[in-house]
C-alpha cells in the first residue's frame, strides 16, 4: 500500500526557518498530484501548496512567497521550505498525494510551532 511519511516539524522562533519533507513508498506509477495541506486547532484543513508531476505549482494567498514547494520524482518525495514563519502559521502540516491508479493518500501529520 502507498504510504506517506512526513518529517521536518519542530519548534521555531517568528521568523526563522524549516524545511519538511514528504517521501512516498509503495507506489510503482506516476504520483500526478502531490500537495501540503495544514490544519490549526479548531480550524478547518486549508491546502498550503501543490505540485504536479509536470511541475505546475499554487500557493495560497497566505503564503505570500514565504514558501516553496519541490519534488524529486525520482526519489518520489515533496519539500516545503518555509522562510519567514509567523505565529499564525502554527499547525499540523499535511502531506497529499493523488494518484490515477490509487487515488488519494494522507501522511500522518507533522507539528510545526512558531513562537517566542
Known amino acids: 500500500q502507498v504510504q506517506l511519511v512526513e518529517s521536518g516539524g519542530g519548534l521555531v522562533q517568528p521568523g526563522g526557518s524549516l524545511r519538511l519533507s514528504c517521501a512516498a513508498s509503495?507506489?510503482?506509477?506516476?504520483?500526478?498530484?502531490m500537495g501540503w495541506y495544514r490544519q490549526a486547532p479548531g480550524k478547518q484543513r486549508e491546502l498550503v501548496a501543490v505540485i504536479t508531476n509536470r511541475g505546475n505549482i499554487n500557493y495560497a494567498e497566505f503564503v505570500e512567497g514565504r514558501f516553496t514547494i519541490s519534488r524529486n520524482n525520482a526519489k518520489n518525495t515533496m519539500y516545503l521550505q518555509m522562510n519567514s514563519l509567523k505565529p499564525e502559521d502554527t499547525a499540523v502540516y499535511y502531506c497529499?498525494?493523488?494518484?490515477?491508479?490509487?487515488?488519494?493518500?494522507w501522511g500522518q501529520g507533522t507539528q510545526v510551532t512558531v513562537s517566542s
Open positions: 497529499n498525494a493523488q494518484a490515477v491508479a490509487w487515488g488519494i493518500r
Open positions: 509503495g507506489s510503482s506509477t506516476s504520483i500526478n498530484v
